[in-house]
């Protein structure tokens, strides 16, 4: 007769990350967009969409959490649109 035991459940490192395919998309997403920020803010000389750009490029490698990546990346999408330097 075969035996059937429980699945074995693995606690992760509490400085562990997991990288979903949704973060990965996001990060795409936004990163493709910060380029443009970039792009635009370098060739006009507008400090706000450079600076967005790099941030928009930047942070999904530092959050985790697929919600406030897009909350952190629409809010620095609309940033260089509500403030004009």
Not at 20 to 28: I, K
């Amino acid at each position: 007769m075969i035996e059937l035991r429980p699945a074995i459940i693995r606690r992760r490192p509490p400085g562990e990350t997991v990288l979903s395919s949704a973060l990965l998309l996001w990060g795409l997403v936004f990163g493709c967009i910060g380029l443009g920020f970039f792009v635009y803010g370098r060739k006009q000389r507008r400090v706000v969409p450079l600076f967005c750009g790099l941030a928009l490029m930047i942070f999904p490698y530092f959050v985790s959490n697929s919600v406030l990546v897009v909350a952190i990346g629409v809010a620095l999408i609309a940033i260089p649109y509500f403030w004009r330097l």
